[in-house]
């Protein structure tokens, strides 16, 4: 077996992307249980929560920057979200480029019954973190992501 560690640049920073994996993972992961119980993905959750606070409606376009989305994969979960009858998906009047989706009212029960349990699971979740390490987290992975 290779010895790798002989080629690491930055052994400190490579330490750091594991711990920040390896977080992201296990919050994601057990914020994820209630959500996939109701048969839904985080990301298809977002996508709901993102259009309910946008005034349930918004262009495709906007809600993949919103949610760092790719093309596939925004079509793919918003295309099983309008088969569940989530969301409605429509060209744009004023552009027909742009698809612009509209949350429904089966949207907007989930959103409405899911939310107040995730919302305290996201609190449990930071529990360890006291207010200036939250804000600090927030400001270091901001900060990641516009280098990256």
Known sequence: ????????QDPLAH????????????VT?????EL??????PTAFSVLVVLESAGRSIELRTLRHRLTLS???????????EQRGLVVRARSLHDRRAVILTLTEPGRRIVTDL?????????????????????????LCRK????A
């Open 15 to 26: 330490r750091a992307l594991d711990a920040l994996v390896r977080a992201e993972t296990s």
């Open 71 to 81: 093309k596939a994969n925004a079509s793919e979960v918003t295309a099983a979200l």
């Open 144 to 147: 990641l992501e516009r280098a």
């Open 29 to 33: 992961r057990s914020l994820g249980h």
């Open 36 to 41: 996939e119980r109701r048969g839904l993905s």
């Open 1 to 8: 077996m290779a010895d790798l560690s002989a080629l690491l």
């Open 115 to 139: 939310f107040p349990g995730h919302a305290r699971r996201v609190r449990d979740a930071f529990t360890p973190l006291d207010e200036q390490e939250k804000r600090e987290l927030a400001r």
